[in-house]
Structure formats: structure tokens, C-alpha cells
């Protein structure tokens, strides 16, 4: 994704909803700590239906703390690669809008000089 071509409206809108989101998923279940808990009770989960496999056989109870167990470690891991790839176009964003500021800047420093050579 080129972030040259997008406006400065588009870059501030994008980063503000990013990070928007990265405040929100910093008071979510999955982050930190609990996040790690969370995915570990997803774990213990499979291992605990894998147990139940072992001894009491195949029955479709069995397969419940499986399927729960998956799904709660999928979803831990998803969470975590979308907070990473946010985490970099945000910085990628942040790269743009301040290589456009100090554009900005340059050219407003050498604006003076360009009228008084004119007027020379």
C-alpha cells in the first residue's frame, strides 16, 4: 500500500481509528496477562478433551472442551496477529505524516529566501 498517495485527511482519519483500536484492545480480555491466561485456558481445554478421549473414549461429549478449547486459542491468536499488523501500519503511518511535516517544513523555511532572491 502506497501511503504517498493518500491525503493528509485519510492519514490522520486511518491513524486515529487505529489507534482507537489499540486502546480498546488494551483494556480487552486478550491483552497482557489475561491474555495469556485466556490462551492457556484454551490449551488446557484441548489437553482436557484429549484426556477425556484417552478414558472414556470416543464420545461426542468428549469432543466439547476440544472444540471450545480450539476456538478460544484461535481467536487469542488472531487477536494477536491483527495487533501486530496494526501496530506496524500505524507506525508506517506515523513515518508518513512526519516525513510530510518536515516537508512542509523545509519548504516553509526556504520560502523567505526564494522572495528575496525575486526581489534582488
Known sequence: MNLKKWTDEELVSTRDQIEAWCAKYAQSIWNGRKGYLTGLLGVFGI?????????????????????????????????????????????????????????????EKNKPQLNHVKEA
Open 47 to 107: 489437553s482436557t478433551g484429549a484426556v477425556f478421549l484417552m478414558f472414556d473414549g470416543i464420545e461426542v461429549v468428549s469432543f466439547v472442551p476440544i472444540l471450545l478449547g480450539a476456538i478460544v486459542c484461535f481467536t487469542w491468536w488472531k487477536t494477536k496477529q491483527q495487533h501486530k499488523k496494526n501496530n506496524g501500519f500505524l507506525e508506517e503511518i506515523k513515518e508518513e505524516i512526519t516525513r510530510r511535516a518536515k516537508k512542509m517544513e523545509k519548504i
